[in-house]
């Protein structure tokens, strides 16, 4: 396909997404027009039943029950009066969908599609196959996955050496072993609080790591722009790869890639049924967490001192603190932590920050900072229950946090992503203009759109 042809299919589709935009927009205000009161009314509905659902959440017996079957009712209350109050409901229906046609159309406009994103070159430096590949995995990881894929004959398929560890094998001692006998490149196969001890022994070595993304999650794999769902593809990085230069942290002398969470998750993560019961577990807890909170203080960005919090989430690099793209790094090497807290006092408190969240001014939220950093320190009168990569772990306080940028040299398949999803992000006002560019502008004219 000539070039030409293929800036007209962008130029296209950013004409679509523009005007499934106006479309979608023009539906919706005249369903507003038409029964504004309507509107309000759902408007109202939605913004308590996140009120009566934090309640559901922190409540426990004939209280929770309540709250659940109101939140419930007005969720349904909600959806009647956005479109069932309007004699033409349909108009309601067609905005929502015009607007959501937008965003596939806009994505490829941008070349924020998926084709257009494989087709990106990954960051990082091309080197030559590992001499003394060494693998580690744990069996039981992610539910016997490793076990499941045949991974270990793969890897010896592949002139890998492999050690398996698990409970009564030490894994610090294995990796230490191994880089001791001579292994310049050791991957690990496990979650990722393994992959954190392993990690923090190859950047001493000055050696490099291969992740294999054989966990229940695997986050750490997901910024780094791996795939997930194939942790077999993962063993070409020990061959011709992409090795990128990325940071690590430190709490306590203790290595993490992905973050430590205190607060509120900190202390569920410790329960013995957390493992097995996730969510139930949660939902049990969380009344007593929020009615007190665990002793944490800390200094804000602000310098004022903070006492009352239920959450406090330090991370290797900072998370993006966005609906479209949450729960991912954009970078893994800005050299920074990047720290959240928030205070869950009220249902309205909770209510007001997932609407703040909902248009984009989280940070605004009272009670809600984020903020970057290179070093953080969190008190308390008591041990710290904590969650470091998702392992539940104690930490005597204070806590002292500690960016280590460049410290560790990670290998990617040659045609891994490199990146994590939350890089193709774009911020909004910039992908507007550009869209409107491409629209209507000649294609010399356009800019390519700043990643994060």
Aim: overall charge neutral; charged content about 15%; aromatic content about 6%.
């Amino acid at each position: 396909m000539s070039s030409v042809s293929f800036a007209s299919r962008r130029r296209l589709s950013a004409i679509g997404a523009v005007t499934a935009t106006f479309a979608g927009a023009a539906a919706l205000a005249t369903g507003f027009a038409q029964n504004p009161i309507a509107i309000l009314v759902a408007l109202i509905a939605f913004l308590a039943a996140i009120g009566f659902g934090w309640v559901t959440l922190t409540s426990r017996g004939p209280a929770r029950n309540r709250a659940g079957w109101i939140t419930v009712l007005l969720m349904m209350a909600a959806l009647i009066a956005a479109i069932g109050a309007h004699n033409d409901g349909w108009i309601i229906v067609l905005g929502g969908v015009m607007l959501a046609l937008s965003l596939p159309l806009g994505r490829f406009a941008l070349g924020r599609d998926r084709k257009s994103i494989e087709a990106t070159t990954p960051p990082g430096v091309v080197v030559a196959p590992a001499v003394k590949p060494v693998l580690l995995i744990n069996p039981l990881s992610g539910g016997g996955k490793a076990a499941h894929l045949d991974l270990v004959d793969v890897a010896r398929g592949r002139g890998i050496e492999c050690h398996e560890f698990g409970p009564g094998v030490d894994l610090a001692q294995l990796a230490a072993d191994a880089l001791a006998a001579g292994a310049d490149v050791i991957g690990v196969a496990g979650g990722d609080g393994s992959q954190a001890v392993v990690a923090d022994l190859v950047s001493a070595a000055g050696a490099q790591l291969v992740v294999v993304p054989s966990g229940t999650r695997n986050h750490f794999a997901m910024d780094l722009g791996l795939d997930r769902a194939d942790p077999l593809a993962c063993l070409s990085a020990f061959g011709e790869a992409r090795m990128q230069t990325i940071d690590m942290a430190r709490v306590n002398g203790k290595a993490f890639l992905n973050n430590v969470s205190m607060g509120i998750y900190g202390e569920v993560v410790q329960s013995a049924s957390y493992r097995e019961r996730k969510i139930e577990t949660a939902i049990e807890e969380l009344p007593d967490l929020v009615e007190k909170p665990p002793d944490l203080r800390f200094t804000g960005p602000d310098g004022l001192p903070h006492t009352t919090v239920h959450v406090v989430h330090v991370s290797n690099n900072p998370y993006l603190l966005d609906v479209r793209g949450a729960g991912g790094r954009p970078r893994l090497n800005t050299g920074q932590l990047g720290i959240v807290t928030a205070e869950l006092g009220n249902a309205a408190g909770v209510t007001e920050m997932f609407a703040r969240a909902a248009l984009g001014v989280l940070n605004s939220s009272p009670g809600f900072n984020a903020w970057n950093a290179t070093t953080f320190e969190v008190h308390s009168d008591e041990p710290i229950k904590a969650g470091v990569d998702g392992e539940a772990v104690e930490l005597a306080s204070p806590a002292r946090f500690v960016a280590v940028p460049a410290s560790l040299h990670v290998r990617l398949p040659l045609d891994a992503l490199g990146r994590s999803p939350a890089a193709f992000v774009p911020q909004i006002r910039v992908s507007v203009l550009e869209l409107f560019r491409r629209a209507f502008l000649p294609t010399n004219t356009w800019q390519p759109v700043a990643r994060r």
